[in-house]
């Protein structure tokens, strides 16, 4: 039980679709199998509340918050939602990401950018923002912020030019945070998912999801659990001297060259 005491925030915790498990739900089944009371952030509650259901019955425990955590407003309210309920935030999961569509720096729109800073930027930057005080109270932390291979690694004509730019900026915020309070004990850490398959993806074709799995070097598909379990790991103690690391969950894939 590595995270016993512990109050953690997931955002992105439901699972698109509301069935199976993607990689946010995951991230919160594992915090509570590990003892953790964990707030299920998500923009649709139903997706949330399956996943809530999920770790009721297994036995752990969970609430959950529908938020738009592109909004301030709806950050700080999240934030505070889970001292209210559970006294205390120890571990932050920052989930939330999208391509936002576009394509190069030619070709993505103002709007593109925009909302794909808001997205998978500016969203981490605001829970960060309200959580890290509640972590200083609680005397440690462990925030932990979800990035993508494709930050090192884009797409040749295929690249979504903010998606990417923003994902590498998830790394420079969390070089920054580990930097800026270390000494508040708090550390912060990156994933770096790769070819995942998730249930967002369960609409694909078979030749894609071929493609995918043999674009990476281990002869195994990565799934939600994955990217769980390294979640588990970077918010438990067993972490307890790593921070401002990034850390690729992606088969070796930014080990190949790069895609024709």
Do not use: E, L, Q
């Given at each position: 039980m590595r995270l016993t005491g512990k109050v953690a925030i997931v955002s992105g915790a439901g699972t698109y679709g509301g069935s199976g498990v993607g990689n946010g739900a995951a991230a919160a089944i594992l915090f509570a199998r590990e003892g953790a009371k964990v707030l299920l952030v998500d923009a649709v509650s139903e997706w949330a509340e399956a996943t809530a259901q999920i770790i009721t019955e297994e036995g752990g425990e969970a609430s959950?918050?529908?938020?738009?955590?592109?909004?301030?407003?709806?950050?700080?309210?999240v934030v505070a939602a889970a001292v209210e309920r559970y006294g205390a935030v120890h571990i932050l999961h920052n989930n939330v990401g999208g391509g936002g569509g576009g394509g190069s720096v030619v070709e993505a729109t103002d709007e593109d950018w925009y909302r794909s800073a808001s997205v998978n930027l500016m969203s981490m930057v605001?829970?960060?923002?309200?959580?890290?005080?509640?972590?200083?109270?609680?005397?440690?932390?462990?925030?932990?912020n979800v990035s993508s291979v494709t930050a090192l690694r884009p797409k040749p004509g295929r690249s979504s030019a903010q998606y990417t730019v923003n994902k590498s900026a998830v790394v420079g915020l969390t070089r920054a945070l580990a930097l800026d309070h270390a000494a508040d004990n708090i550390r912060a850490n990156c994933i770096m998912p790769g070819l995942m398959w998730t249930p967002r993806l369960e609409s694909a074709s078979s030749a894609s999801r071929e493609m995918r799995q043999s674009s990476t070097p281990l002869p195994v598909e990565g799934q939600s659990w994955d990217i769980g379990n390294a979640a588990l790991f970077l918010a438990s103690d067993d972490a307890r001297f790593i921070t401002g690391v990034t850390l690729p969950v992606d088969g070796g894939f930014l080990l190949t060259s790069a895609p024709n």
């Open positions: 959950t918050a529908t938020a738009d955590v592109t909004n301030p407003d709806d950050c700080h309210n605001n829970m960060c923002r309200y959580a890290v005080p509640h972590m200083k109270n609680a005397g440690s932390g462990s925030i932990i």
